[in-house]
């Protein structure tokens, strides 16, 4: 079965950090594009990061350019979120999702896991 | 990166078609043709319903097609059913990174 598990999420204070993990299964993880994708509380969705399938391509949003870092380890069939200087508006659900296509980044979220709840507040 | 806009809502009775539109600029829906649309259903995860503006997933039902004009994309779905009741978002890709729609409920009446 094709799964994506979130965690790492939790309560932090404005301004630390926090590490988020994506552990895949059930497909061949180092073929394809990963991407973080968040939701306020009762809001919308929101493109947080990609990493192409070898880390050689690397987007961000421009609202957390220069605060999180996507990275991934193939030998672990993970991907990973570094989120530093935390902000208010940071609070969210994360989800963690698979591009749909091999090598090519197309930006189709095929597979979704069920997210992980990060808390921003003092 | 401005989202790109959506109607809040949109409905129809069980049987009929309703269509909703995705409005951006030429640097992400009317430059490329990565247009894809998600249905979410109350605390469940985005679900991919099409991909490259018009294609569909292995899995969702024929009922779901997408399109493109200019800088608007647009998701139609015919025969509502009940189940079709959701959230629903269109995304694009807008050079090396990616913006979500406002979103959409649709209401089956």
């Known amino acids: 079965e094709v799964q994506l598990v979130e965690s790492g999420g939790g309560l932090v204070q404005p301004g630390r950090s926090l590490r988020l993990s994506c552990a895949a299964s059930g497909f061949t993880f180092d073929d394809y594009a990963m991407h973080w994708v968040r939701q306020a509380p009762g809001k919308g969705l929101e493109w947080v990061s990609g990493i192409s399938w070898n880390s050689g391509s690397i987007g961000y949003a421009d609202s957390v350019k220069g605060r999180f870092t996507i990275s991934r380890d193939n030998a672990k069939n993970s991907l990973y979120l570094q989120m530093n200087s935390l902000r208010a508006e940071d609070m969210a659900l994360y989800y963690c999702?698979?591009?749909?296509?091999?090598?090519?980044?197309?930006?189709?979220?095929?597979?979704w896991g069920q997210g992980t709840m990060v808390t921003v507040s003092s | 990166q401005s989202a790109l806009t959506q109607p809040p809502s949109a409905s129809g009775s069980p049987g009929q078609s309703v269509t909703i539109s995705c409005t951006g600029t030429?640097?992400?829906?009317?430059?490329?043709?990565?247009v894809s649309w998600y249905q979410q259903h109350p605390g469940k995860a985005p679900k991919l319903m099409i991909y490259e503006v018009s294609k569909r997933p292995s899995g969702v039902p024929d009922r779901f097609s997408g399109s493109k004009s200019g800088n608007t994309a647009s998701l139609t779905v015919s025969g509502l059913q009940a189940e079709d009741e959701a959230d629903y978002y269109c995304s694009s890709y807008a050079g090396s990174n990616n913006v979500f729609g406002t979103g959409t409920k649709v209401t089956v009446l």
């Open positions: 030429s640097s992400d829906v009317g430059g490329y043709n990565y």
């Open positions: 999702a698979k591009d749909m296509e091999v090598v090519v980044i197309t930006y189709a979220f095929d597979i």
